[in-house]
């Protein structure tokens, strides 16, 4: 059964940093496609960041600007998003998502080609 946890949110205030962590299970996590998504109230979920499954390739989402990292470790079957910078408009839920199949550069994005989900963290940037 493959499980994904999320943690490493909270309340942070603007310019302040957070890294988040997700921790996969039930599946080798080599061979998944990563990625993190977000979601903020009335908002539509939105692509932050996508890490291949050789390690080899990242992208990321259009509104990422710089400020977000996105890293694995697959010894330790965690996924980390580290982001610099906070700003009250990243105020989200943060999900990390596992997708079975190899992905091309242009669906990375797509929230439909991933088939796994944790349950989410969310981030408050608040001062």
């Known amino acids: 059964q493959v499980q994904l946890v999320e943690s490493g949110g909270g309340l942070v205030q603007p310019g302040g940093s957070l890294r988040l962590s997700c921790v996969a299970s039930?599946?080798?996590?080599?061979?998944?496609?990563m990625g993190w998504f977000r979601q903020a109230p009335g908002k539509e979920r939105e692509f932050i960041a996508h890490?291949?499954?050789?390690?080899?390739?990242?992208e990321y989402g259009d509104s990422v600007e710089g400020r977000f990292t996105i890293s694995r470790n697959n010894a330790e079957n965690t996924l980390y998003l580290q982001i610099n910078a906070l700003k009250p408009v990243d105020t989200a839920v943060y999900y990390c998502?596992?997708?079975?199949?190899?992905?091309?550069?242009?669906?990375?994005?797509?929230?439909?080609?991933?088939?796994?989900w944790g349950q989410g963290t969310q981030v408050t940037v608040s001062s």
């Open positions: 890490f291949s499954w050789s390690g080899g390739m990242t």
């Open positions: 998502a596992a997708a079975v199949n190899r992905l091309i550069t242009s669906s990375v994005g797509m929230a439909r080609m991933y088939s796994y």
């Open positions: 039930g599946y080798t996590f080599s061979d998944y496609e």
